[in-house]
Structures are given as structure tokens and as C-alpha cells.
Nanobody, 115 residues
Framework: QVQLVESGGGLAQAGGSLRLSCAASRNIFSINSMAWYRQAPGKQRDLVAVITSGGSTDYADSVKGRFTISRDNAKNMVYLQMSSLKPEDTAVYYC?????????WGQGTQVTVSS
């Protein structure tokens, strides 16, 4: 198990940028896949981006070309750089492993994009 704390959310205008951070409680070097998920009001939690220990990445179609996931194993950190934000990106963003550890869900960080 690993405890995860997300930060960096806030209010942004459409077209703007935000950078989310995820701090892990232990070394993530041995965790193959780390990911960002998001949950909009009234909707299910969806996968946004994933990164393997080797640095391979994959993204949901809705964020391809706009979001970039990265990880710093030495610092036990995972990041999500979000650009060209859209109102439909408004959600609570969570990081976790993929597949997710059910006991590792944190509080998430709220991202609100205004039009």
C-alpha cells in the first residue's frame, strides 16, 4: 500500500494551465504504473493519464495533446501538467497506481475551469 496526497488544483480560466502534484508516502520506484484519475460531479471516476516505471505514457483521448504526466522516482512524486484547459476538465483529480490500490485513494485536488 501507499498513501498519496494530491495538490496544485484551483481555479483556472479556459485556455489556462495548472500543474498537479502527487506525493507518495514511500518509494514508488518499484510501482510499475502510476496514474491520474478524475471525477466530475455526478460521474464515475475516469482514468486520465498513466506512466510506467520506464517512462511510457498513455492518455485519455479527451486530454491527449493537452496534459502531460511525469514522475520523479527519487522524490516519490507524480505530476500532471495541464494546458489548454477546458470547462469539461472541471473535476476532482486523484493519483493512484494502475490498477488502483483501493485503500490508497486520497482526498484529491479540485480543478475548476471557468469559461
Amino acid at each position: 500500500q501507499v498513501q498519496l496526497v494530491e495538490s496544485g488544483g484551483g481555479l483556472a480560466q479556459a485556455g489556462g494551465s495548472l500543474r498537479l502534484s502527487c506525493a507518495a508516502s514511500r518509494n514508488i520506484f518499484s510501482i510499475n504504473s502510476m496514474a491520474w484519475y478524475r471525477q466530475a460531479p455526478g460521474k464515475q471516476r475516469d482514468l486520465v493519464a498513466v506512466i510506467t516505471s520506464g517512462g511510457s505514457t498513455d492518455y485519455a483521448d479527451s486530454v491527449k495533446g493537452r496534459f502531460t504526466i511525469s514522475r520523479d522516482n527519487a522524490k516519490n512524486m507524480v505530476y500532471l501538467q495541464m494546458s489548454s484547459l477546458k470547462p469539461e476538465d472541471t473535476a476532482v483529480y486523484y493519483c493512484n497506481t494502475r490498477p488502483p490500490f483501493q485503500n490508497s485513494w486520497g482526498q484529491g485536488t479540485q480543478v475548476t475551469v471557468s469559461s
